[in-house]
């Protein structure tokens, strides 16, 4: 099973709900429902600065983040079932380092983005 990397700079921001716009930095060709596995590196002596992992999906469209996922600080990966927006070939993931605090969170600069492509439906009856 291929997954794919994440990489992520802790630096944390005050602003929350921002994407990164760039390119995907890896495009990988799934099924819909087709498992995904999203791998990252994290320095453990930083973890005491934030209190989970959020897997994002970017809306290209509006510039926006939907949190997918949480997942714990200790954890350096994370899976998810593929899915893909009506009339869209790809969807855009990436993941931020999240502390938690009041009155609002403070977030990590966003990893770099990453792409499942969709590669159609996979055959259900075959004949022979």
């Known amino acids: 099973m291929k997954s794919v990397f994440l990489a992520l700079a802790f630096l944390m921001l005050s602003s929350l709900a921002h994407a990164q716009t760039s390119a995907p930095t890896q ?13 990252w590196d994290y320095d453990a002596a930083e973890e005491s600065f934030a209190t989970h992992f959020s ?23 994370t899976s998810i079932s593929a899915s893909f927006t009506p009339g869209f070939k790809l969807t855009y993931y990436n993941i931020v380092a ?4 009041t009155p609002g969170n403070v977030e ?13 439906k996979p055959a259900t009856n075959l004949r022979f």
């Open 98 to 101: 999240v502390r938690v605090e």
């Open 55 to 77: 897997l994002r999906w970017v809306d290209e469209l509006t510039k926006t983040t939907v949190e997918l996922k949480k997942v714990p600080i200790t954890a350096r990966s």
């Open 27 to 39: 495009v990988i060709k799934k099924f819909s429902g087709e498992t995904t596995t999203f791998n």
């Open 108 to 120: 990590s600069v966003p990893s770099n983005t990453v792409a499942t492509e969709r590669i159609g």
